[in-house]
């Protein structure tokens, strides 16, 4: 199968480090290592094209005049950043359009595969011209959450994009059953919407105990437990509630340190609460490092951290899949789907969402019990094992697509 995926969105670069990035780039090679032809479009790529990644990608950045009228009107203090940044998204659907319909003819493409992006229309038209099926893949509800987190100047046209590209895809693809539950309330027909979380690659979360001890060594961590987070530090994370519950935890004389991997808004703030804790000779931030270089340092832990402050979630954790792939013991919110991975007790330890105190005990059964922690490590990797990988993504997706392509051709023969 020819498979286009197309992501409008530049805060998602093809080849850059945050978990949307990488969802992209994993699917893509799965789909590519199943021998079918993938080319992903995108308006900026960034970053060096990671070892390996065989698929091909095609930038189709901004015209240049429509650049620099988007550029003028962002600079215009009457438009506003909001009504700046959406107006430059209808831009470049706009002029995207014809060049994506030109370019996926030429590749012969069998479906559209986009990844959902607020504002996003070129995909769809694109699809519907080529006379192909058009898979949307949700992440999110991004009115909502641009409303919510950015601001947003045209809510109202943006939920009724929003509203006609779900109900026009061929299928949608929702990474949890919350964002599959919002899917259905817009009206989109059950049948029409697939279940597909993250996952991950397993085989590249394999790495040896002299890496580990290499790496420990390089950044100056003893024999304490090492009690870690992987992410982009947003406010949702509730980075903050690991920070306090290592404090409880060094209160009661536990020896532990805390690394923290990645980057994010959020950083200064929680530099300055380690160091309220008395954390700060106990806390690393690693800042944002590569994927390739992401199992090197989860080997390093000891106990892995999914940590959220409601109950109420529409994630599917990148890095939930990826701890449980490199045999980390995992203490995680009771938060959205993250209980059909982690089941407590089986897979690794739950605690209520936004609770310190509760957080604080299950790291510290698990800082305790080394035995009872490599036996959930060692089940959480199984069960992604059977359960969550890239692979199994790729082969649902392509049923998808194959499923929607018959349909297109019923109701071709039916015209």
């Known amino acids: 199968m020819r498979i286009a995926y197309v992501c409008c969105d530049r805060g ?149 994009i929003e509203r006609s590209l779900l109900r026009s895809a061929d299928a949608v693809v929702c990474v949890s059953d919350a964002v599959a539950n919002w899917v259905a309330a817009r009206r989109v027909e059950r049948e029409q919407i697939a279940l597909v979380p993250n996952a991950v690659d397993p085989r590249r979360f394999v790495v040896d105990a002299a890496e580990r001890t290499a790496l420990r060594r390089r950044l100056g961590i003893d024999d304490a437990a090492v009690i870690g987070f992987l992410g982009t530090l947003k406010p949702w994370h509730d980075v903050d509630g690991l920070i306090r519950a290592t404090g409880r935890l060094v209160r009661r004389g536990l020896r532990v340190r805390l690394l923290l991997i990645g980057d994010g808004p959020e950083r200064p703030r929680l530099e300055a609460l380690a160091r309220a804790e008395r954390l700060e000779e106990l806390t690393i931030f690693a800042g944002t490092i590569t994927h390739h270089r992401v199992p090197r340092y989860l080997a390093a832990l000891d106990i892995a951290a999914v940590t959220y402050g409601t109950p109420e979630s529409y994630f599917s954790p990148l890095k939930m899949f990826e701890y449980l792939a490199a045999a980390r013991p995992v203490v995680a919110a009771a938060s959205g789907d993250i209980e059909h991975c982690v089941r407590h007790g089986e897979t690794g330890l739950l605690y209520p969402p936004g609770d310190d105190s509760a957080l604080a005990d299950a790291l510290a059964t698990l800082v305790a019990d080394r035995e009872r922690a490599a036996r959930l490590a060692a089940a959480g990797r199984a069960h992604v094992r059977a359960h969550h990988t890239w692979a199994g993504n790729a082969e649902a997706v392509v049923a998808l697509a194959e499923s929607a392509a018959r349909q297109e051709d019923r109701v071709a023969a039916c015209a």
Do not use: W
Not at 15 to 41: M, P, Q, T
Not at 49 to 78: H, I, M, T, Y
Not at 102 to 129: H, I
């Open 12 to 160: 998602v670069p093809i080849f850059g480090s945050k978990g949307a990035s990488i969802h992209v780039r994993e699917l893509c090679r799965a789909l590519d290592e199943a021998s079918h032809d993938v080319l992903i479009v995108s308006p900026r790529s960034g970053g060096r094209r990671p070892p390996g990644f065989r698929p091909k990608v095609v930038e189709l950045p901004l015209e240049p005049e429509d650049g620099a009228a988007c550029g003028f009107l962002a600079d215009d203090l009457a438009a506003g950043p909001d009504a700046a940044r959406e107006i430059r998204s209808l831009v470049y659907s706009a002029s995207l359009r014809f060049r994506l319909e030109s370019l996926l003819r030429d590749f012969g493409a069998d479906v559209v595969y986009e990844r959902y992006s607020l504002l996003a229309t070129a995909g769809a038209s694109a699809a519907r011209a080529l006379g192909i099926p058009h898979v949307l893949e949700v992440n999110a509800p991004l009115a909502q959450e641009q409303e919510a987190h950015r601001g947003l100047a045209f809510a109202h046209a943006a939920r009724e």
